[in-house]
Nanobody, 115 residues
């Protein structure tokens, strides 16, 4: 099992930046895929980005070129650098870990982008 704790959310103006962090309770070296999802009010949770244990990254089209996912295995932490934020990026952002076929979620961190 793994516990995930997100941090770094907040209120930012459009065009601004935030960096989200996801701290894991155990080593993430053997976690195959770690990712970020988001859920806006009244919407379904959607995938934003993920990174494999080998460092390969993937992004949703809506954030490609603006968001960057990275991982620091020495700190058991995954990051999401969000630049050029838009009001439509407003959501609760969740960290996800796929460990031995099971998915684990954090509690989420709120990101609000004002216009």
């Amino acid at each position: 099992q793994v516990q995930l704790v997100e941090s770094g959310g907040g209120l930012v103006q459009a065009g601004g930046s935030l960096r989200l962090s996801c701290a894991a309770s155990r080593s993430i070296v053997r976690i195959n895929v770690m990712g970020w999802y988001r859920q806006a009010p009244g919407e379904q949770r959607e995938w934003v980005a993920d990174i494999t244990s080998g460092g390969m990254t993937s992004y949703a089209d809506s954030v490609k070129g603006r968001f960057t996912i990275s991982r620091d295995n020495s700190k058991n932490t995954v990051y999401l650098q969000m630049n050029s934020l838009k009001p439509e990026d407003t959501a609760v952002y969740y960290c996800n870990a796929n460990l031995y076929g099971s998915g684990y979620w954090g509690q989420g961190t709120q990101v609000t982008v004002s216009s």
